[in-house]
């Protein structure tokens, strides 16, 4: 009995040339259209930094011991970074899926587990060239500097990985683009907004505070504020716990998924 007919790959336990196929194609989705994916972002976000800062800055005093720019900077960088993963992720899915070409992803000798880390590879990139794209602009133009370099690092990673998890489940669940619209406007989009990007969560009533720190995201603006100017509002230790797990169990659930076939193969 050979090895394809014992069930094992002739690839070995790990696919890495399709592996890397695969998110290669992911990276090069967006990079040859940096343009949207890349530039727009920035552009956003210098576009939020300079009307808050316009707005409200000039009649505010300090944030946590910082001018109300610098503290501000970070979360849009965090909020920048989300957006940008969950968007590669799962447009790449629906986009497959509304032009019938999803086949295309499945068919070829690639397990579960690798798919989904494919596309997390995409998501992860694009999130992590936005973030170091907006971090030199800070640092040139607020004349900022990163307090803890490796703890942002790690919090901007772990960012793209979660919300390009979120992608996916989004991109297996959604069938059309208004499906994938609703999930972002009414999902996606509060949770970044309401995690403490523009204010500190200790301005919060007490109910609603608790209510914050049960947000996953909360712990990544909260994490990448640490990193940047070395105030939070919650340990960074446990931000990259929580983060972390979330992160995992998301991932499971998409492998799962991937696994079954589930609202993909039918």
């Known amino acids: 009995m050979n090895q394809v007919e014992m069930g094992v790959r002739r690839f070995g336990r790990v696919n890495w040339l399709g592996l890397y196929t695969l998110a290669k194609r992911e990276i090069l989705r967006f990079a040859v259209v940096w343009t949207q994916t890349l530039l727009a972002p920035l552009v956003t976000a210098g576009l939020f930094l300079m009307i808050f800062t ?7 005093g300090d944030v ?3 001018p109300f720019a610098h503290f501000l900077a ?3 960088l965090m909020m920048t970074v989300i957006q940008n993963s969950f968007a590669n992720t799962s447009s790449s899915l629906v986009i497959s899926k509304v032009q019938g070409n999803i086949v295309d992803t499945l068919m070829p000798p690639l397990a579960p587990l690798e798919i989904v880390l494919g596309y997390l590879a995409g998501g992860i990139t694009r ?3 936005v973030a170091v794209a907006i971090s030199l602009g800070l640092v040139v133009f607020l004349g900022m500097h990163v307090a803890h370099p490796l703890i942002l690092l790690m919090f901007i990673l772990l960012g793209g990985a979660l919300l ?3 992608g996916i489940l989004a991109g297996i669940f959604a069938n059309k683009f208004d499906q994938m619209a609703a999930i972002t406007n009414f999902i996606v989009t509060p949770l970044a907004f309401l995690s403490g990007t523009f204010y500190s969560v200790t301005a919060l009533p007490p109910v ?3 209510v914050s720190r049960f947000n996953p995201i909360f712990y990544l603006i909260d994490g990448a504020r640490y990193g940047f100017i070395g ?3 919650s340990s960074p230790a446990l931000g990259l716990v929580v983060v972390a797990g979330a992160t995992a169990m998301l991932v499971a659930v998409s ?4 696994r079954t076939g589930y609202r993909l193969k039918s």
Do not use: F, K
């Open 54 to 60: 316009i707005a409200i800055g000039p009649n505010r």
């Open 64 to 66: 946590m011991g910082v």
């Open 74 to 76: 970070p979360g849009i």
């Open 127 to 129: 999130g992590l060239m």
């Open 164 to 166: 390009g998890a979120v």
């Open 208 to 210: 609603l505070e608790t």
């Open 231 to 233: 105030v939070s509002d």
């Open 255 to 258: 492998w799962g998924m991937l």
